[in-house]
């Protein structure tokens, strides 16, 4: 079982459990209900037109699922693909309603409890900052961890894979 950031055993209203992955030399969580599945790197089918951190689909048991390279999306240095590179594919809440969603991450880190106590706001950085897809900031095992907030990043990015909205790179400092 998973131990929130005192090490302790808890699960109440006022925690939630949270993937942690890696992405250069951050790292970075969402929640775990939103998770389907973590998989293996896997070639996708690319999409002409697409912003270039959208890498392309992949079809999921007959379902098509747009891909997104999040080293990409948070202008960081490009990286290659090996064996601990994967896919996260998770559920998220658009506008239209629930969607697959993948995102290549370098590395799945770990499951873990998070208080809502210590959960710190994001930083304000400026008006045309990453912090508006922050949920917050919290450290873990003395290391901090910038919580996302999927539906609003993920759910942007659906749209804008429609045309119908910008998807320059979000800064790669933002937390």
Do not use: C
């Not at 998220?92 to 706001?121: H, L, M, Q």
């Amino acid at each position: 079982m998973s131990t929130n950031t005192t090490g302790e055993q808890q699960h109440g209203p006022e925690s939630r459990q949270v993937l942690t992955f890696i992405l250069g030399n951050e790292t970075y969580g969402v929640d775990i209900l939103r998770v389907q599945e973590i998989r293996g790197w896997t070639a996708v089918t690319k999409i002409p037109h697409a912003p270039a951190h959208v890498l392309g689909v992949l079809n999921l048991r007959g379902s098509i699922v747009p891909i997104v390279d999040l080293r990409m999306r948070f202008a960081l240095e490009r990286a290659e693909y090996t064996a601990i590179t994967v896919i996260i594919v998770m559920s998220v809440v658009t506008p239209s309603g629930r969607r697959d969603f993948g995102v290549v991450v370098d590395g799945v880190s770990d499951v873990v409890d998070v208080n809502a106590a210590e959960v710190k706001p994001a930083p304000d950085l400026g008006e045309r900052s990453a912090t508006e897809y922050l949920l917050g900031l919290v450290t873990i095992a003395e290391r901090m961890v910038v919580l996302l907030d999927i539906d609003r990043l993920i759910g942007r990015e659906l749209t804008a894979i429609g045309g119908s909205e910008d998807t320059e790179p979000l800064a790669a400092d933002a937390a």
